[in-house]
C-alpha cells in the first residue's frame, strides 16, 4: 500500500527529480523581478511561438528516443518542409518564384502535401533502421545530409520569400488579446492540438504501448507479439510528418524560407526531451515531461538573452546544460555502490 | 595464523527500502569448496559482490589471511587474490581467448628498447598452458564469441585461475553447462582444491553441492543462518533451512488427465541444418510434454521455430486438425499458442517498464474500445487479477518489473501468456534460476494449466522436474527427436540414454 507523504516530502521530491526544471524556475523569477519587460506577454509570445517549433519536433523525436534510436535529420527535414511549403505559398506575381510552373495552391492543400513527403522521408529512415538494421545515429545522420544537400540543389541554395496574401494573414492571426497586448499567435494551439493527441497516443492506444515496449526491451516485445519492424517505420514516419509540420509553421512564422534553416534543432529537441526525462536507454518517457523540457531549454534561452549573454556564449551554457541533464537521467539507473 | 583464508563477519548492506544483508558472515577455509545457498533474494550474491568489492558494506569486516583488509574495487580483490566467476558472463565476443583472459593486464615488451607494447607471443602461449591447465583443448586464437557458452565459462575460470587467486567465487556455474562439462568442472575444482585455493560454490542444485561441497553455509533473508559440514547432510535438511519450514512436496499432486491429440508437428525441419531437422509430434489435451535433451540438442530452437522466432523450412503445424501458418511470433499467438522465452532478461521483461504494462503487452489488442482506445479500467482488473491469482509480490502494478526477484518476474510473465488465454503453452525453462519455494509455485500453475485443458510443452534441463511434472518425456539429442518416454516410466538414465544418441557419421 502507498504510504501518504507530507507535503514538504512531495516538494523535496520534485525538487529531487527535477533539479533543473526547478533551477530554471527560480532563475526566470530571479531575472523576472531584477529586468523590466521579462514578464510580458510579448516576451510570453515570443517564448511560446519559439516554444511550439521545437516542441513538435521534440514530440516527432521522442518516439525515436523512447525506441532506443534517435533522428539526426529532424532539423533538415524541418528546413526541407519549410522551403518546400515556401515555394508553394509564393505569390502568382512574385518576380523571384522559383517554380512558375505551378499553380497557385490552398495552404492547407500545401501543408497536407509537405506532410506527405515527410511521412515519405521518415518511412525511408524508419526503412534503413528496421530492415537494414542500420544504427539509427548512421541512418539518420546519413538522411540528414541528404536532406541537405537536396534542399540546396533545389532552391539553389536561395532564400525562398514572396508568400500570397492568405499564408501571411494566418500567421498573423492572435488570440486572447489583452489591453494594449495584441495577443499571441494562434498557431501556437497546433502545439495544444499535437500535445494533447500524442498522450493520447502514448497512454491510450496500443502504438504507445508498443512502443514503450520495444524501448524497454526489443526482443521481448517481438516474442510478445509487436511487430517491431512495422510499428519502428510508423514511429520514424510519424516523426517524419512532425518535422514536416514543424517547418510549414517556421515558414509561415518567420516569412520568409531558406535551406539553413532548423540546423540543429534536432538537438535541441533531443535536449528538451532529456531535461523533460526522456530516459536515453528506452522505454521511458511523457507527453507532459517532453512539454516541460523543451519550454525550459527555450526559457533558458530567453534569460540568456535578456542578462545580455554574449550569444555566442549561450552555446556552451545551453551544452553544460544538456550535459547535466543526461548525467543525471543516467544516474538514477546505475547501480548505487 | 587463523585456519581461515578468509572471513567476512557482521556484514550488512541496505539497499533503498531494502535490508540486503543483516550480519551476514561466511568464513573460509583453503583448500577447500564451500558452498553457498539460500533463495534467491537471500543476499547470496550480495555478499560475493561484497567480498569482490562491487559494493561498499555498511557494517562488518573482511578478515583475509589473519589481516584485517578493506576491498575498495573489483581490482584490488584480483590483486589480493581474490577471483570471481559471475552468474552472467561478460566476455568481449569479438576478441581472442587470450586476449580475454589477459584483459586490462596483457603481458608487455619493449619494441626497439622504449616503446611499450603487447607481447602477443608470451600472451598466446601463457593461455595455451593456462587452457592446458583447466583441461580444456581449443585455440587461444579462436574468438570467444565463436565459444559454446561453457567453452566461455571454462575461459572464465581461466581467467581466474590466471590471477594466480587464493579465492575463487564460482556464482552458478553450472546453470548452461550439459553433464559432461560439469563433470569437467569438477575435475578443475578438485585441481584447484589441491593447490590450496578456497572455493565459494553458488548453485541450486543440490546433488551438485552434496557431491563437490566440503562446507556449507546457508543464507536466508540476507542473515546468516548456519554452517554445516556437508558429511551426511541431506537435501530436505538443506532446503528446510533455506525456506525457513518443512518442505514436504518438491512437485505438487498430479491431478491433470491428458485428453485427445490436439496439437501436431509434422516433419518440422530448420533452415539451418545444423538445427532441429524431421520433428514429429504431437500434444494432448490438459498433457504436459517435457522435453529433455543436451545443451545443443536444439530444444529451444525448435520452439522458437513453432512459435515464428526462427524459419523452417519444411514442416507443418496443426492445431485441432487446422493447418497454422506462422511466420512470426504475432501469427503464433492470435491462433493461440504462447511461449515463455527462456532467457528472462534477454527476451521476456521489458525492465524498465511496469508489472501492469509486462503482464497487459500481449494481449492489449482485446482492450480496445471502438477498435483504438485501449480501457485503463478492464487492463488494470486484468492485471489486478493475474497479480492475485499468481500471487505474485510486488508494491503495487506501477513497480518496475527489474525490481522484482526472479520467481516473481516469472510469475509476471507466466501471467502475461495466461492473459491472452492461449490453447498451447510452451514453456522454456520455466524455473530456471528461480528459488525452491516460487518452483514450487510454478509448478502448481503449470498443474493447473493442464488440469484446465491446455496443452503443454515443458523444456527443462533439469531431471527431477521433468520426471516430477511430465505426463510424456520427448527426449531430443543434436537436432532430432530420439524417442518418447512415459512419465511414469521416466529415469534419469533413460533419458539420459536418448539424450546422447548421437548419429555416428
Known sequence: ?337 | MSEYRLEMRGVCKSFPGVKALNHAQLCLRPGKVHALMGENGAGKSTLMKCMFGIYSMDEGEIIYEGEKVSIKDPLEALKMGIAMVHQELQPIPARTVGENIFLGRYPMKKLLGIIPVVDHDKMYADTDALLQKVRMNFDSHQKVGELSVSQMQSVEIAKAVSANCKVLILDEPTSSLTSNEVEALFRIIEDLKADGVAIVYISHKMDEILRISDEVTIMRDGQYIGTWDCEGLTTDFIISKMVGRELTNLFPERNNVPGEVVFEVEDFTSINPKSFRHVNFQLCKGEILGVAGLVGAQRTELMEGIFGLRSHTTGTIRYQGKELIINRPKDAIDQGIAMLTEDRRATGIMGVLSIADNISIASLRQYLDYGFILNDKKIEALVQDNIKKMNTKTPSSKTQIKSLSGGNQQKVLIGRWLANNPDVLILDEPTRGIDVGAKYEIYCIIEELARAGKAIIMISSEMAELIGMSDRVMVMCDGRVTGFIDGKDATQENIMELATQFETV
Open chain 1, 1 to 337: 500500500m502507498k504510504t501518504k507523504k507530507s507535503i514538504p516530502q512531495v516538494i523535496w521530491g520534485f525538487i529531487k527529480g527535477n533539479p533543473i526544471v526547478v533551477m530554471m524556475a527560480v532563475v526566470s523569477i530571479i531575472v523576472g523581478f531584477t529586468i523590466d519587460n521579462f514578464f510580458s506577454f510579448e516576451n510570453l509570445n515570443v517564448l511560446l511561438g519559439n516554444t511550439t517549433i521545437r516542441f513538435l519536433i521534440a514530440l516527432g523525436v521522442s518516439g525515436c528516443l523512447i525506441t532506443k534510436g534517435t533522428d539526426l535529420s529532424a532539423g533538415r527535414q524541418a528546413a526541407l518542409a519549410a522551403t518546400l511549403t515556401g515555394v508553394m505559398v509564393q505569390r502568382m506575381d512574385y518576380a523571384g518564384r522559383l517554380f512558375t510552373w505551378m499553380p497557385e495552391m490552398n495552404m492547407w492543400v500545401v501543408l497536407l502535401i509537405v506532410l506527405a513527403i515527410g511521412a515519405v522521408i521518415g518511412l525511408i529512415s524508419g526503412s534503413i533502421i528496421a530492415y537494414l538494421k542500420v544504427p539509427p545515429f548512421i541512418a539518420t545522420l546519413g538522411i540528414q545530409t541528404i536532406v541537405y544537400g537536396f534542399n540546396l540543389i533545389y532552391t539553389n541554395a536561395q532564400p525562398i520569400g514572396g508568400f500570397h496574401q492568405n499564408f501571411k494573414d494566418f500567421f498573423n492571426w492572435k488570440i486572447l488579446a489583452i489591453g494594449e497586448f495584441k495577443g499571441f499567435s494562434g498557431y501556437i494551439l497546433f502545439a495544444v492540438l499535437f500535445g494533447l493527441l500524442f498522450w493520447f497516443l502514448y497512454n491510450k492506444t496500443t502504438h504507445g504501448k508498443y512502443m514503450y515496449a520495444i524501448g524497454g526491451n526489443e526482443n521481448a516485445a517481438e516474442v510478445s507479439g509487436v511487430n517491431v519492424k512495422k510499428k519502428l517505420m510508423q514511429i520514424y514516419m510519424l516523426a517524419g510528418c512532425m518535422y514536416a509540420f514543424a517547418g510549414f509553421l517556421m515558414t509561415g512564422k518567420s516569412g520568409g524560407a531558406s535551406a539553413g534553416m532548423g540546423t540543429s534543432y534536432e538537438l535541441e529537441a533531443i535536449a528538451g526531451c532529456t531535461i523533460g526525462g526522456v530516459s536515453t536507454t528506452g522505454g521511458i518517457g511523457t507527453v507532459p515531461g517532453i512539454l516541460v523540457g523543451v519550454l525550459v531549454f527555450e526559457l533558458l534561452k530567453i534569460v540568456l538573452q535578456f542578462l545580455k549573454v554574449d550569444p555566442n556564449y549561450n552555446y556552451i551554457v545551453q551544452g553544460l546544460v544538456v550535459i547535466t541533464a543526461v548525467a543525471m537521467d543516467i544516474r538514477k539507473y546505475v547501480a548505487k555502490k
